[in-house]
């Protein structure tokens, strides 16, 4: 681990305002905000990289359709410009991307900013570096959360551990954020919390199943990226293939591995393409188009005619694909949790040997042998992703608890704005279930452009932990429309916010939420800092 410090029997100890476990990509701009704001930060970290699902887990943002406009943070829009000037400071562009205002290097449908990880991992450490250099910022990398110290509401440290030595590391704050992919510290520290699915008894959902299902999570996905190369890349044939290659779940119209999957809004079998390095472009709104029908376009990161020409022989693409959803299990509070995983990145192999020999070609023939997985572009060995991207985490109970009838179009009625008092930001992206652990196929339903309540961030009793990723108060249902990245990134920069606001008043986050004259000052220095509380009078989709 990097980091000054102390030592205590054998253990070191750091020190700070504020913990920040978890360096996803809701923990960068809850750290941003507490640094920007003077406050002295430690920031945790499992994985290599810093930045969660944007960096660690290969995924480029999923965002809505006004995102060029309005809808996000003015920290958020930045990183986003960040990530576009890397490229026009660092990349031979064409003179199309060159003078593309809203440059996609990736082309892909799925964003209106589809790129390498790397170059968001970049623009994230430089974002950071100032802080590092001048001792305010303290990262501890690699580390877990493996215990926590709380005294009557008030958790007083929290220790984490070298994944790799065991070497473990006790953490002060005077506050503290969970920022971790699966709301980790939420058990530590004895924050009262759900996860999986409720009954519709105790939510008044529609989608809600009849009966609770701790159990029962989104899917998660091991991602790859790679390209295709002349010569033979096949990777070898993994010991568990003929497995994989017969799984198939009730609903999904064929084996894994093929290329049929549901469609998420009709849920009817079908067939996806794979058009390798295409000369024209599909396009797609996300109103009406989920964007994967063609599966190497979808989420492409770096498409040849972006740059100048013969630089790229070949497209670079992330696979974050519906064949890839891993439903046998959940990785939250089991003891299973790392056959789990291990068996998610099986599948994912196996997915990726069979695009190389088996999968059916346009030109009749089967399987790729070109293709080429790239873990150099991964930071991997192995060519896969460093984390699976997670989908679903704990949540805290909260003092509000967004639920499906407060966003969803059909729920509502109409699809207009989804206000709620105390709004801390805003978010906007269709209730988007995977297929679950539990069996369940997709659930996709029209989303009115929502708020992000303050009580929402806020525990019922925890005093000084507060959420800032997937771990808010939302239900399963709902769970799948605020999990995305612009989301997440504004979760945890008012989470930040909220942290240093407390900080300077000597408040806690309880009495702030509770005070309307308090909520409305808190509200008004996130308006100073970029953070919009409201949105204009648009529609969902």
């Given at each position: 681990?990097?980091?000054?410090?102390?030592?205590?029997?054998?253990?070191?100890?750091?020190?700070?305002?504020?913990?920040?476990?978890?360096?996803?990509?809701?923990?960068?701009?809850?750290?941003?905000?507490?640094?920007?704001?003077g406050r002295r930060v430690v920031l945790t970290e499992e994985f290599p990289w810093l930045g969660g699902q944007l960096t660690s887990q290969a995924v480029p943002p999923d965002e809505h359709i006004w995102v060029e406009r309005f809808g996000v943070t003015a920290r958020y829009r930045a990183l986003r410009e960040d990530i576009?000037?890397?490229?026009?400071?660092?990349?031979?562009?064409?003179?199309?991307?060159?003078?593309?205002?809203?440059?996609?290097?990736?082309?892909?449908?799925?964003?209106?900013?589809?790129?390498?990880?790397?170059?968001?991992?970049?623009?994230?450490?430089?974002?950071?570096?100032?802080?590092?250099?001048?001792?305010?910022?303290?990262?501890?990398?690699?580390?877990?959360?493996?215990?926590?110290?709380?005294?009557?509401?008030?958790?007083?440290s929290v220790t984490v551990a070298d994944p790799h030595t065991g070497a473990e590391t006790v953490v002060t704050a005077e506050y503290v954020l969970d920022g971790t992919e699966t709301g980790d510290l939420l058990p530590l520290t004895g924050t009262e919390y759900v996860v999986g699915a409720e009954a519709r008894s105790d939510t008044g959902e529609p989608s809600a199943p009849e009966t609770a299902d701790p159990a029962n999570v989104q899917s998660i996905a091991w991602c790859f990226v790679f390209d295709h190369a002349p010569g033979d890349h096949?990777?070898?044939?993994?010991?568990?293939?003929?497995?994989?290659?017969?799984?198939?779940?009730?609903?999904?119209?064929?084996?894994?591995?093929?290329?049929?999957?549901?469609?998420?809004?009709?849920?009817?079998?079908?067939?996806?393409?794979?058009?390798?390095?295409?000369?024209?472009?599909?396009?797609?709104?996300?109103?009406?188009?989920?964007?994967?029908?063609?599966?190497?376009?979808?989420?492409?990161?770096?498409?040849?005619?972006?740059?100048?020409?013969g630089l790229y022989d070949s497209d670079i693409v992330l696979a974050n694909w519906p064949?890839?959803?891993?439903?046998?299990?959940?990785?939250?509070?089991?003891?299973?949790?790392?056959?789990?995983?291990?068996?998610?990145?099986?599948?994912?192999?196996?997915?990726?040997?069979w695009l190389q020999t088996e999968a059916p070609r346009p030109d009749g023939g089967h399987g790729w042998p070109g293709l080429r997985l790239r873990g150099d572009l991964v930071g991997t060995d192995d060519g896969f992703a460093q984390a699976p991207y997670i989908r679903e985490s704990r949540r805290i109970r909260a003092l509000t608890t967004v639920r499906e009838q407060d966003i969803s179009i059909k729920a509502r009625g109409h699809g207009g704005p989804a206000r709620f008092e105390g709004s801390v930001g805003v978010g906007m992206y269709r209730i988007d279930l995977h297929p679950s652990t539990g069996g369940d196929n997709y659930i996709d339903i029209e989303s009115a452009p929502f708020e992000i309540p303050l009580g929402a961030l806020v525990p019922v009793r925890t005093q000084n932990l507060l959420p800032a990723a997937k771990n808010i108060g939302t239900t399963h249902i709902t769970n799948g429309a605020y999990r995305l990245h612009p989301v997440e990134w504004n979760i945890g920069e008012s989470a930040?916010?909220?942290?240093?606001?407390?900080?300077?008043?000597?408040?806690?986050?309880q009495q702030v939420a509770t005070d309307p004259a308090l909520v409305d000052q808190f509200q008004r220095r996130l308006t100073e800092a970029g953070v919009e509380l409201h949105w204009p009078e648009i529609v969902g989709y």
């Open positions: 681990m990097s980091g000054a410090g102390g030592r205590t029997r054998g253990t070191r100890t750091v020190g700070a305002e504020v913990a920040v476990i978890g360096g996803g990509l809701g923990s960068v701009a809850a750290a941003l905000a507490l640094l920007q704001r576009r000037r890397y490229y026009r400071d660092h990349y031979p562009l064409s003179a199309a991307a060159r003078a593309d205002r809203e440059l996609n290097p990736g082309r892909g449908r799925v964003s209106r900013l589809c790129h390498e990880p790397r170059v968001a991992l970049a623009v994230i450490e430089a974002l950071l570096a100032p802080y590092r250099s001048s001792g305010r910022l303290t990262v501890l990398q690699p580390a877990v959360p493996v215990a926590a110290e709380v005294v009557d509401g008030v958790v007083r096949t990777i070898p044939r993994p010991d568990d293939y003929d497995h994989w290659r017969s799984l198939e779940l009730p609903f999904w119209g064929a084996p894994m591995l093929s290329f049929t999957a549901p469609d998420p809004r009709t849920l009817a079998p079908e067939e996806r393409t794979l058009i390798v390095n295409p000369e024209q472009d599909g396009s797609g709104d996300p109103r009406f188009d989920a964007g994967d029908r063609d599966l190497w376009q979808f989420r492409r990161i770096a498409a040849r005619q972006t740059f100048t020409e064949q890839l959803d891993y439903v046998g299990g959940s990785v939250i509070d089991t003891d299973d949790r790392e056959r789990h995983l291990a068996a998610a990145k099986a599948q994912s192999r196996a997915y990726v040997h930040g916010e909220l942290a240093a606001f407390c900080l300077d008043r000597g408040l806690s986050p």
